[in-house]
């Protein structure tokens, strides 16, 4: 009965650095979201998968930031060229298909770019 | 478009008093509500949604919303603050675009002994 689950917990990266974050979702749960959480804020999306598919990418910040979920299963954001404004929480979210509003969060990855 | 705007950024309440936390929506179209908790140092965990059933939603831990069009309001409440209540709370919004979930800027809650 695994929930969402995102690894690193913490990363600290030196700015310039490239970074990947993965995340496992709800197992047989079609969908997935990325979202960015800056200190003090809520949650901003970033993109959204559909089994392998992504669907909606609008809330990338720019083209450093790629993600990706080849199998429909696992997801992986990837940042490059890190930026200082880069820290920030990146949570992971997964739901059924026919229930896309109800999601469930992992943890998140904590990255704070030095 | 869509947005939710949370009133107060930090509410504290004494132990066993109500809890009341304001959020007010903008939409364009029939909007999904919802209200999430965040504990620290972990997810957000979906405390209750409104899909445009009952206007009453009744969610986890003795939390529920009542959702007033005519005001474009979603407020939280509790009748009795516990504890274990503190924590941050947002309030969002889904709609059109089925997929993205927009959330207010946060609400951290103190329970005062």
């Known amino acids: 009965g695994a929930g969402v689950s995102q690894s690193p917990r913490y990363k600290v990266a030196k700015r310039g650095q490239d970074v990947a974050l993965r995340c496992d979702p709800i197992?047989?749960?079609?969908?997935l979201f990325w979202y960015q959480q800056a200190l003090g804020q809520g949650p901003e999306f970033l993109t959204y998968?559909?089994?392998?598919?992504?669907?909606?990418k609008s809330g990338l910040p720019s083209d450093r930031f790629f993600a990706e979920r080849p199998e429909g299963s696992v997801s992986t954001l990837k940042i490059q060229r890190t930026q200082q404004e880069d820290s920030a929480v990146y949570l992971c979210a997964s739901s059924q298909a026919d229930n896309y509003y109800e999601q469930y969060f992992g943890p998140g990855t904590r990255l704070t770019v030095t | 478009a869509q947005s939710v705007t949370q009133l107060g950024s930090h509410v504290s309440v004494s132990e066993g008093a109500l809890v009341l936390l304001r959020c007010n929506y903008s939409s364009s179209v029939p909007p999904y509500l919802f209200w999430y908790v965040q504990y620290p140092n972990q997810g957000l965990q979906l405390l209750l949604k409104y899909t445009s059933a009952a206007t009453l939603v009744k969610g986890i831990n003795g939390f529920e919303a009542e959702f007033k069009k005519s005001e474009t309001s979603f407020h939280l409440t509790k009748p009795s603050a516990h504890m274990s209540d503190a924590a941050e709370y947002f309030c969002?919004?889904?709609?059109?675009?089925?997929?993205?979930?927009?959330f207010g800027s946060g609400t951290r809650l103190s329970i005062r002994p």
């Open positions: 197992s047989g749960h079609v969908s």
């Open positions: 969002a919004v889904s709609g059109g675009s089925a997929s993205k979930i927009i």
């Open positions: 998968f559909q089994n392998e598919a992504q669907l909606d």
